[in-house]
């Protein structure tokens, strides 16, 4: 039998929706999980004003600066990138995050969760800020929550990254 992929699960998350998804998921995947962190003020997006800066941070494509992975990236087979959609946009702290750890990721999987519009264009700003096709993606609206079939949606996006990081193992032996 062949060993377990190392999976770590990564996210950004304002309001507590996506750090739940990110939990539920890195326990479902046996995977390392950690917060993408900002430092001393910049972590401020709590009320209406931090809310207006998110807005504005994600429209005006501002690079903000977060703090480095606690974790090896590189030790991993895959890393999967959550983040909450602004405004049909990643959440800056999630763009900034991955353009600095881009060469460090071997594969790439991507989720976001939403209200419930504009989940593709975020998704693709990830995956082109890592300048990598993604293994999978997922996307969680508040209507999944609701309907409780969030939970449909993150296993089948657990299964479709381990399926695809199996076919590359088989690949690689080959070559
Ligand atoms: C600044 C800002 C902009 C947002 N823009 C969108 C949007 O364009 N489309 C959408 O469906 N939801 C939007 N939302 C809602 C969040 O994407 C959604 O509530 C998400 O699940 C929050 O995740 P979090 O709790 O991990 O921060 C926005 C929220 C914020 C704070």
Do not use: N
Not at 118 to 134: E, I, N, R
Request: hydrophobic residues 40%.
């Amino acid at each position: 039998m062949s060993a377990a992929h190392k999976i770590l699960v990564v996210y950004y998350s304002r309001s507590g929706t996506t750090q739940r998804i990110a939990e539920l998921l890195a326990s479902e995947l046996g995977a390392d999980i950690e917060a993408i962190r900002e430092p001393g003020e910049h972590a401020a997006r709590r009320g209406a004003r931090g809310y207006v800066r998110s807005l504005l941070d994600a429209l005006r494509h501002r690079d903000v600066r977060v703090m480095p992975p606690i974790h090896d990236l590189s030790a991993y087979d895959a890393v999967v990138v959550g983040t909450p959609v602004w405004a049909s946009h990643a959440s800056a702290p999630a763009v900034a995050w991955l353009k600095a750890q881009h060469a460090h990721i071997r594969h790439l999987a991507l989720f976001c969760t939403l209200g419930g519009r504009g989940s593709q264009p975020a998704l693709d700003q990830m995956a082109k800020a890592v300048g990598k096709t993604p293994l999978a993606v997922c996307a969680v609206t508040a209507h999944d929550l609701r309907r409780r079939i969030d939970g449909t949606k993150r296993q089948g996006f657990g299964q479709k990254i381990r399926h695809r990081l199996a076919k590359l193992r088989q690949t690689e032996w080959i070559e």
